[in-house]
């Protein structure tokens, strides 16, 4: 079984900064792509980012220039962090961790972390 912990989400004025944390343990591979993505209300999930486990990363456009993906490796656990900076009210949804691999056929969500971007 693998498990993923969020943590970092929270409300922001227009223009600030939050990042995110996930931490992946149990019966995961280190050769594993990680990634963010989020679901507004009424929208379907959307990519943010991934990374694989050689550090390619890739973003979806509207987020490009100020967020950042990495991760990390802490005993055990998997770690993937997003960086979000110069946050926009359209950047308001429920950010939702996944790690895959075996070409996505295994693959596990996060509980979500809400993100709230508002004056």
């Known amino acids: 079984q693998v498990q993923l912990v969020e943590s970092g989400g929270g409300l922001v004025q227009p223009g600030g900064s939050l990042r995110l944390s996930c931490a992946a343990s149990g019966s995961i591979f280190s050769s594993s792509t990680m990634g963010w993505y989020r679901q507004a209300p009424g929208n379907q999930r959307d990519l943010v980012a991934t990374?694989?486990?050689?550090?390619?990363?890739?973003?979806a456009d509207s987020v490009k220039g100020r967020f950042t993906i990495s991760r990390a490796r802490d005993n055990a656990e998997l770690i993937v962090y997003l960086q979000m900076n110069n946050l926009k009210p359209e950047d308001t949804a429920v950010y939702y961790c996944n790690i895959r691999w075996n070409g996505g056929l295994t693959s596990f969500w996060g509980q979500g972390t809400q993100v709230t971007v508002s004056s």
């Open positions: 990374i694989t486990s050689g550090g390619s990363t890739n973003y």
